[in-house]
C-alpha cells in the first residue's frame, strides 16, 4: 500500500516562493482527490488547495491567487506552488489523497513539510 512524501518545504522570506511536491511510494489504485492540508501553529488543520482526478480545484479564500495546485497523475504526485508568501503561511503543510473502489474509501497522510515565511 503506498504512502504519501512530501517535500520541498523550508524557510522563505515574505514576499518569496516555494513548490511542495508529495508523491506515493507505491501505485495507489482508484486515486480520486489530493490535496494539501496545513496546519498553523496553535491552529487545527484546514484545507489549503484540493484537485480531482479531473484536474478540478478548490481554494481556500486564504491562499486564493497566491498558490496553485496541480497533478501528475501517471505517477501519483500533487504540487503545490506557493507565491507571494506571508508569514501568515508559516505552518506544516500535509498532503492528502482518497482512492474509492466501490463503497471502500482509503485515506492517505503525508507526514508533513515545515513551511516558514519570515517577515
Known amino acids: 500500500q503506498g504512502q504519501l512524501v512530501e517535500s520541498g518545504g523550508g524557510l522563505v522570506q515574505t514576499g518569496g516562493s516555494l513548490r511542495l511536491s508529495c508523491g506515493a511510494t507505491a501505485v495507489i489504485p482508484n486515486l480520486e482527490t489530493m490535496a494539501w492540508y496545513r496546519q498553523r501553529p496553535g491552529k487545527q488543520r484546514e484545507m489549503v488547495a484540493t484537485?480531482?482526478?479531473?484536474?478540478?480545484?478548490n481554494y481556500a479564500d486564504s491562499v486564493k491567487g497566491r498558490f496553485t495546485i496541480s497533478r501528475n497523475n501517471n505517477n501519483d504526485t500533487v504540487y503545490l506552488q506557493m507565491n507571494s508568501l506571508k508569514p501568515r503561511d508559516t505552518a506544516t503543510y500535509y498532503c492528502h489523497a482518497d482512492s474509492r473502489q466501490g463503497l471502500t474509501v482509503r485515506l492517505y497522510w503525508g507526514q508533513g513539510t515545515q513551511v516558514t515565511v519570515s517577515s
Open positions: 484537485i480531482s482526478s479531473r484536474g478540478s480545484t
